[in-house]
C-alpha cells in the first residue's frame, strides 16, 4: 500500500471520528486534519507519527494552499449546521475554495461528503431541498450543483449519507442516535400504530470502511462517483416490529396513522412545523434507487439490522 497525503476536514464530529480513528489504526497514511478545536479530539491523534493537526476552520483555509497543493486525496466532512451567513461560508463557498486549491497534478480523489436529503428516490436532485430545505440543506444543495464547475470535478467521489447512527464514550453522537433511547419510551404506543414511510440507514463505522476503501480503490471511469450510503430499505413499520421484538413487546392491533389523521393531530395540538419537516411528513419514503453499504463492496457490515441500531445506541435487549 503506497502511502499518501490525506487532507481531512470534519474530524471533530461524528463521521470524522470514525474515519480518523480508521485512517490512523488501519493505515499508514500521512494525515493533516483541519479542526477548529484539538481539544474536540476524542481519538489518538498521537498514537502514530504521521498525523499534524492544522487548527483552523475553512474560513482560513487560504493559509494552506502551499501544502494543499502536495495532497493526494482530500476527505471533505467539515459542516456547519446553524446560521445562515457561517452555513454558506462553510458549506458552499470555503468548501469550493479548498477544492480549487488542490493541485490536478498529484491530487488523485476528492471525497465529499453531502447528504441524501438532496436526493430524490432516483438518486437525482430533490428541487424541494432548495425550495423548502432548512439552511444545511439547502447549502448542500448549492454547494452540490456547482462541484461540475470546478477543474477537480471528474476527480470528486460525492458521498451522500442516509440517516447517520454513530457515538460512544469516546465519539460524539449523531443526532438520530441521541433519539434511539425515545423508542424505547414510545414503544408502548407506537406498536399499535401503522405508518406509511421508509428509509435507509447506516453507521458511522460503516462509512469509514466504505472512505478507507475508496481511498485505496477511487472509482475508474464508468462507475460511479455519486454514492448514497445506507443499508437496504427499511419501512417504520418493519422497524417498529422488530424494536417490539428486541424489547419483548407484543402486538395486539394497529391503527392506520393517515395522513389526514397526522394532518388532524398537527391541528388539534397546534404542532408548529417548519416548511421541510412538513414536506418530510408528506413525502414519507426517502429511499434511493441505489445504496452502498460495507456489504455491496465485499466488506462486512458493523450495523447492519434495526436490532443492531438498538443495541449499540445502549438498548437492553428484554427476553
Known sequence: MTSKRIFVTGASGCIGHYVVEALIQETKHELFLLVRNPDKLKFDYR?????????????????????LKTIDCAVLIATAWGGVQEVYDINVTQTLRLMSLLDLDVCQQVIYFSTASILN???????EAETTGHDYIRSKYTCFQQ????????????????????GDAHKPQSHISSGIAQVVTWIGLLRFLK????????H?????????FLIEKPPVEGESRQLVL??????????????????????????????ELANL??????????????????????????????ETLGLPTYCATFSDVLKLSGVRHRR
Not at 121 to 127: A, H, Y
Open 204 to 212: 458511522g463505522k460503516d462509512i469509514a470502511q466504505i472512505v478507507l
Open 47 to 67: 498514537a502514530r507519527s504521521g498525523i499534524t493537526i492544522l487548527q483552523s476552520d475553512l474560513r482560513g483555509i487560504d493559509q494552506f494552499s502551499e501544502l
Open 147 to 166: 462541484l461540475d464547475k470546478l477543474k477537480i470535478a471528474p476527480r470528486i467521489t460525492t458521498l451522500f449519507p442516509t440517516l447517520l447512527l454513530g
Open 121 to 127: 428516490r432516483d438518486n437525482l436532485p430533490l428541487k
Open 195 to 202: 405508518t406509511e414511510g421508509s428509509f435507509h440507514f447506516i
Open 265 to 294: 393531530i398537527i391541528f388539534l395540538f397546534r404542532i408548529k412545523m417548519a416548511d421541510w419537516d412538513r414536506f418530510s411528513m408528506n413525502y414519507r419514503h426517502f429511499t434511493h434507487r441505489y445504496v452502498v453499504s460495507p
Open 230 to 259: 445506507g443499508n437496504q430499505m427499511m419501512t417504520v413499520n418493519q422497524a417498529i416490529e422488530e424494536a417490539c421484538i428486541y424489547l419483548n413487546k407484543r402486538i395486539y392491533f394497529r391503527i392506520p396513522l393517515t395522513q
